[in-house]
């Protein structure tokens, strides 16, 4: 079953994006911090929506969507972050599941596209993006993080 995230499954989606920072990037994230952030998505719509993956009521994958203005598209872009798929699930077409889901519900609500950004060298996942018919973009994304 697919569904938008409820504030029950407020401490799935923390345990799930801690390890996602860990596994992609080996860094911990402080648990105030990811769960106020993520507090914050489920309290207040347009901040964005967690959408969950669960097999026999357990939430086994994860994905938040966040919204960009596009004034050429005149139109919405949907952002994917934090996508995480339980390890003892992957490979098995719980990312696709997902992202097709996903992709038909950003379809319904006359979204311009879909976009994410990946860790650059996570390249297992740059494969699974591309398997499900995404491209790589023409742009590259620069940062200037005042979080650290």
Known sequence: MIRKAKLEDLLTIV?????LAMEIRREKIK???ITSGIQAVLNDSKLGFYTVVEIEAKIIAIALITFEWSDWRNAWFWWLQDVYVEP????????????MH???QAQLAQV????????????????????VGMNLSNSLMFEDDFSN
């Not at 345990?15 to 390890?19: A, I």
């Not at 003892?88 to 992202?99: A, E, I, K, N």
Request: hydrophobic residues 25%; positive net charge; charged residues 25%.
């Open 15 to 19: 345990k799930f994006n801690q390890s």
């Open 31 to 33: 648990s105030e911090t």
């Open 88 to 99: 003892s699930y992957r490979q098995q077409g719980v990312f696709r599941s997902l992202y």
């Open 102 to 104: 996903l992709k038909q």
């Open 112 to 131: 311009a596209g879909l976009r994410l950004y990946v860790y650059k060298g996570n390249t297992k996942a740059q494969e699974v993006y591309q398997r």
